[in-house]
């Protein structure tokens, strides 16, 4: 993680959970059925970042995630100024692969994975084209998705993630199944030259069986992994635990998901265009703070310190 210099500014919030934020009630959220919806703030983090760049006059904001090392604090500085061009700038990470659970499981059977750029490490230009984070794994790749393609992209600079251990537990491959099922669906689509209007029920019908087959070539090559016995069995209860999840996902479902992620978007748009403007973060927070709910900006660095585990997501 980077650090800012020496006299920069610092404000931290004490994020106490998504409940305590006063944002729209996204439909992508209610249109999922229980068993499918994500226990994470990732998504609040962001989009509370986003509201308060509007309400304080922010044109371009970074957003970094906590296992992410900056090397080169001018590789921040690129990005941020590409954002006269360009909707966002993304920082190539390099390090740990930065995938899903079932794209480490393939890489690892010999198949060729590249990792796309996202919001770990993300600048964004907040007066151009209002987007949100839904609240599903690869939030960010919907962030940048519009309906005939993605945003104006940029790549630059690099960055580091942080290793981690994707198979630690079955459950976070069956976490991420639904949002990578339909990110990898909607790209699949663009991939191809088409656009998001295209990803109707045939499609997704189609798709659903590409991904079970996907699923099903991981677990039969899993025995030519060069991977220890424990590590072999760790995967395989892994992508047990995607191909189980991915059985609840009809493509119906599919199909609605979209629809709530457009009328979220005219929701989103909706709401920030609704917000006020004011001079500070410490005057922008009780206005999109809960009733009894109040987010604090921590700004004693002793206080910081203590709470910095917290701070899972910044925006800086």
């Not at 794209?103 to 084209?129: I, N």
């Not at 669906?185 to 997704?204: N, P, Q």
């Not at 016995?229 to 992508?239: F, S």
């Amino acid at each position: 993680m980077m650090w800012a210099d020496a006299g920069s500014e610092i404000i931290a919030i004490d994020f106490p959970g998504e409940q305590a934020v006063g944002l729209p009630a996204f439909e992508t959220s209610r249109v999922l059925p229980p068993r499918l919806r994500r226990s994470t703030d990732t998504a609040a983090k962001r989009n509370l970042a986003l509201a308060l760049a509007v309400m304080v006059k922010w044109p371009r904001i970074v957003f970094l995630d906590d296992d992410i090392e900056v090397s080169s604090p001018d590789d921040l500085r690129g990005a941020a100024g590409l954002l006269d061009r360009y909707d966002a700038a993304g920082l190539s990470i390099g390090g740990f692969p930065d995938n899903s659970v079932v794209c480490h499981a393939y890489r690892l059977v010999g198949g060729a994975q590249e990792s796309f750029v996202g919001g770990g490490a993300l600048a964004v230009r907040t007066s151009r084209g209002p987007a949100f984070f839904p609240d599903i794994y690869n939030e960010d790749w919907f962030y940048l998705l519009e309906e005939d393609g993605l945003r104006r992209l940029a790549i630059t600079g690099e960055v580091k993630q942080a290793r981690y251990d994707p198979f630690r537990t079955p459950e976070r491959a069956r976490s991420e199944e639904l949002g990578d099922t339909l990110a990898e669906g909607v790209f699949w689509l663009l991939d191809e030259g088409r656009s998001v209007r295209d990803a109707d029920l045939r499609h997704w019908r189609m798709f659903l069986g590409r991904r079970r087959t996907f699923l099903e070539h991981v677990l039969e090559h899993l025995p030519e992994a060069q991977v220890e016995t424990a590590e072999r069995h760790r995967i395989k209860e892994a992508m047990k635990a995607a191909r189980g999840r991915l059985a609840l996902i009809p493509p119906e479902l599919c199909l609605a998901y979209l629809d709530a992620w457009r009328n979220d978007r005219k929701l989103w748009c909706d709401f920030v265009g609704r917000l006020p403007h004011v001079s500070t973060v410490e005057e922008a927070l009780p206005l999109l703070a809960r009733p009894g709910q109040p987010l604090k900006a921590l700004t004693n660095h002793h206080r910081l310190a203590r709470h910095r585990a917290r701070f899972g997501h910044l925006a800086v």
